[in-house]
C-alpha cells in the first residue's frame, strides 16, 4: 500500500522547502514513486524594486538570500553595467571575482559539513543536544572514527566559514551582503596591505580545503557508493558562466553551456520560458522569457502547490550547481547523482580558491577600480552569472530613469520547481524517485537526495500562513537533525 510521507519543513536548508513524497512496493522493495516539491514563502523582491532608482538593485536584491548575496550584487551589477552601458576595468573586474570566490568557499563548506554530511553520519553520543536532536538514525550511517572527525570537522568548518566571510569583506566591505560593488565596478581601492591581508586568510582556506574538506568528502563516498547511483533525475545539466577572465567576459573560469539530453550545446537567454501552470501566480505570469516577466501572485489559485515558477530552457527541466559548472566546462564528468553533486563542489571549491591566488596577482595597486556612468532615461539590462547553487540572472527594464521591471530567476526556481505545463516536474522532483526508503518513519534516503541539490528557497520564492494546511491525507514525519 502506498504511504505518503511530507517532509515539512526540510530543515539545513535556507528557506522554507516542503517535500511530499509516495513510498511504495516495487520489485519487493519500498522507494520513491511520485515527488512534490514545494516552496511555501513568497516575498515579491520584483515587484518591490518597481519605480525605484536602477542602482539601489545591488542593495535590495542581496537581501534575496543570507548565504549567497553577493551573487545577487554581481547579477544585479552586470544587469545595470548592460543597461548604464559600462564596463568595469580590470582591478573592479578582478576584486568582484575576488569577493564572489571568497562567498563561494563559505557556502560550499557550509553545504558539506553543516547542511548535507549529518544526513550520512550517527551522531548519537557525539551531539546529544539541541538542534542536533531530534535526529533520524538509520543502520547504513556512518559511525566511529568517521562520524567523530566530521563532527569535530563541522566545528572547525565554522571558523573557516567565518575567515572566508574575514576574506572577502576586505574589499567587499563586510559580509553578508557587500557595500562595495556598484555599477562599473567596486569602491574598495587596491592596496599591497589588502592584497595581502586577503592571501593570508586565502592561504588558511586552500590548506583546509586540501587537506579536510576533500578527504572528508572522499571518505563518505567511500562508505556510501550506492549513492553514485541515486538521484540522477533528468541528467540536463545548465550554466551561465561565471568568473570573467577579460573586460567582455568572453572568457570565463566556467563557461557558459549546456548539457542536454545526453549532449552539449550553447546557450541562449531567449530559450529561457517560465511557466506557472503548478505555481501560485496568475496567467499573466505564465509562458514568459523573464525579459518579458511578471510577478503577479495568486494564492488561491486551483491546482498549485508552490511559490516556485517553473523556468525550462526549450521547455526542458536543467539542473543547476557546482556539478553543472564543473561538467560543461570539462572538470568533472564522473557522473550525475547525490555522491556526484557532493564530490563537484569540493573539487569546485579548490579550483576557485587556487585560480584566486592567481588573481591576487594580477591585482594592480593605485589603478582605478570602477567606471562612472549616469543613469539612462530608458533601457533593457540583463547580468547573468552563477551563484554557488546554480545559474543566477537577473532582468531589468528602465523607463524615466527608474525599474519599470526587474526580475530574477535563482538556482533553486530550476532545481526545486514544480511541474510545468507539459506535466513534467522538476529536476529535484524527478531525482526523488526510485529513491529506496526503507523506514517510512525516517526518510534519511529522501533528505540526502534533497540536500545533494543544496536548495536556497529564500532565494527562490520571494507569504506564509502558519498552521494553514491543504487538504489531503498525510502522514507528518518530524524533519529530523536541524
Known sequence: MATTITIDPVTRIEGHLEIEVTVDDVGGEQQ?????????????????????DPRDAAQYTQRICGVCPVSHAMASCMNLDNAFGVTPPDNGRILRNLVLGANYIQSHLLHFYHLSAVDFIDTTGLLDMSPWTPRYVTTDMATGTVAEDLVNHYLTALAMRRKAHQMGAIFGGKLPCTGSFV???????????????????????????????IPDVTAVAGLFPSYYSLGVGYGNLLSFGVFDQDAGGTTKLFDAGRYTDGSPGSLDPA???????????????????PADGVTEPDATKPGAYSWLKAPRYLDKP??????????????????????????????????????????LDD???????????????????MGLTEAPRGALGHWMSIDNSVISRYQVITPTNWNASPKDHLNQVGPIESAMVGTPVPDAAQPVEV???VHSFDPCLACAVHLVRPNDRREGTRILIPPGIA
Open 32 to 52: 520513491v514513486v511520485d515527488a512534490k516539491s514545494a516552496g511555501t514563502m513568497f516575498r515579491g523582491f520584483e515587484m518591490i524594486l518597481i519605480g525605484r
Open 447 to 449: 533528505l540526502r537526495v
Open 183 to 213: 555599477v562599473g565596478g567596486i569602491t574598495e581601492n587596491v592596496t599591497a596591505e589588502n592584497v595581502a591581508d586577503f592571501r593570508t586568510l586565502l592561504t588558511e582556506l586552500r590548506a583546509f580545503i586540501d587537506d579536510v574538506y
Open 363 to 381: 591585482l594592480v595597486p593605485g589603478d582605478p577600480v570602477y567606471q562612472a556612468s549616469s543613469i539612462p532615461q530608458t533601457a533593457t539590462g
Open 271 to 289: 530559450e529561457i520560458t517560465e511557466y506557472v501552470t503548478h505555481a501560485w501566480y496568475t496567467p499573466a505570469c505564465d509562458d514568459k522569457n
Open 318 to 359: 536543467h539542473e543547476l550547481g557546482p556539478l553543472a559548472r564543473m561538467w560543461i566546462n570539462g572538470d568533472y564528468t564522473n557522473g550525475i547523482s547525490v555522491l556526484d553533486r557532493i564530490m563537484a563542489r569540493a573539487l569546485e571549491a579548490k579550483k576557485i580558491a587556487d585560480e584566486m591566488d592567481t588573481w
